[in-house]
Each structure stands twice: as structure tokens, then as C-alpha cells.
């Protein structure tokens, strides 16, 4: 059974920094693509960072471009988000999500975490 | 960048109703487009996935359509569960969602 728990999220004043984490288990890790989706509070889904399986390859919505990274350390199973010069308008949910295509990337968000709240504020 | 434009932004609906929400690309997308069910507080839960394959274990009252740039969600007869917001995403290039669609008890 598939499993993706997120960790990390908590309070912080603009401009600092928060490194999120998420420990999968239930599949083969390092065959399949993560992804970074977050939600604003009362807002909608917005996707904003990918990874391949291998870590060679991310990208990264533009909003969060030179502030985020995203990397994977495949013998943990599991995925991170670092999260640098934090925005209040970067408050929200985060969730990690699978891809659901092995060895590529569909872009087709199979199973999620249970999100972590990062709140940005002042 | 493609946006993804859902409409309509709520709906009211009685169980058993037929319920359509729609979803439109700015760019053609072939069927490279997935829906996703949304309950408060929870993750979304992936329903389908190029425009019209429905995902393992999803009730068949669920069925998608449509291609290019206009699409459809369909919930052929609404039940108490279906209550809650609907997304549809993109993967031509990248990916976006909709803004969603809330799914209310009439």
C-alpha cells in the first residue's frame, strides 16, 4: 500500500526558511517522479516543483524559481522541499504527490500525502 | 503557460441529480487532462486521467469526456459522498489545475 507522509511545515517570519520532508513507502521510490503541490488556505491546488526519479531533472512553477529546491535522496525513499526566502504568500498546505508513470513523467498525480501546513507570517 | 478555466465555481445539486462541470484549456491539450475529488480537509483523490480513463476502484457513475480544449466531468446520479470540490489538471505542458468546482447539497 502506497504511503506518502509529509513533515516540517510549521510557522515562520518572511524571509526565513523551512525545509520540508516526505517519506514514501508502498513502491519502488526510485522508479517514479514526486511532485510538490500546495494549497493556500481556502484556495485551489497549484503544482510547484517536480523531480525525476533519478533527481536529474526539476522544475519549479515560476513563483517559488531561485527561492525552492527540490531533491530526493533515493536510499531514504525519501523526497524534500527546501524552501528559502519564505513569503506570506507562500502559506499553505503542502502536499507530496507520485507520479503515476515509472521511469518518466506523466504529470498525472496518483497518491498524495496528507499535507504539512507552512504558515508565513510576521 | 496554460490556464485552466472551470465553470461552474459552485454547484447545488439533490442526490440522484446529474451533475456536469466543465472544464476549458487557453491551449489545446489533446486529452492530456485528469479530474480530482477534493473532501475538506483531506488530499485529492485522483478520479481520472486522459480526459476519460476512469482510476481503479472509482464508482462508474463518474465518467469524463471531451478533448482539445473544452472538457467534462460527469456524475451520472449524485450520492451523499460525492459532496466536495472537483478539480481538473493539465499535463500537456507542465501542469496546472482549475480553480475548482464545489459540489454542494441542495
Known amino acids: 500500500q502506497v504511503y506518502l507522509a509529509e513533515s516540517g511545515g510549521g510557522v515562520v517570519q518572511p524571509g526565513e526558511s523551512l525545509r520540508l520532508s516526505c517519506t514514501a513507502s508502498g513502491f519502488t521510490f526510485s522508479k517514479y517522479g514526486m511532485h510538490w503541490v500546495r494549497q493556500a488556505p481556502g484556495r485551489g491546488l497549484e503544482w510547484v516543483a517536480f523531480i525525476r526519479y533519478d533527481g536529474v531533472n526539476q522544475f519549479y512553477v515560476s513563483s517559488v524559481k531561485g527561492r525552492f529546491a527540490i531533491s530526493r535522496d533515493n536510499s531514504r525513499n525519501t523526497l524534500y522541499l527546501q524552501m528559502n526566502t519564505l513569503r506570506p504568500e507562500d502559506t499553505a498546505v503542502y502536499y507530496c504527490?507520485?507520479?503515476?508513470?515509472?521511469?518518466?513523467?506523466?504529470?498525472?498525480?496518483?497518491?498524495w500525502g496528507q499535507g504539512t501546513l507552512v504558515t508565513v507570517s510576521s | 503557460d496554460i490556464q485552466m478555466t472551470q465553470s461552474p465555481f459552485t454547484l447545488s445539486a439533490y442526490v440522484g441529480d446529474r451533475v456536469n462541470i466543465t472544464c476549458r484549456a487557453s491551449?489545446?491539450?489533446?486529452?492530456?487532462l485528469a479530474w480530482y475529488q477534493q473532501k475538506p480537509g483531506k488530499a485529492p483523490k485522483l478520479l481520472i486521467s486522459k480526459a476519460s480513463n476512469l482510476e481503479g476502484g472509482v464508482p462508474s457513475r463518474f465518467s469524463g469526456s471531451g478533448s482539445g480544449t473544452e472538457f467534462t466531468l460527469t456524475i451520472s446520479s449524485l450520492q451523499p459522498h460525492d459532496f466536495a470540490t472537483y478539480y481538473c489538471q493539465q499535463y500537456k505542458s507542465y501542469w496546472t489545475f482549475g480553480q475548482g468546482t464545489r459540489v454542494e447539497i441542495k
Open positions: 491551449q489545446t491539450l489533446s486529452d492530456w
Open positions: 504527490a507520485k507520479d503515476v508513470v515509472g521511469l518518466s513523467v506523466a504529470g498525472v498525480f496518483d497518491f
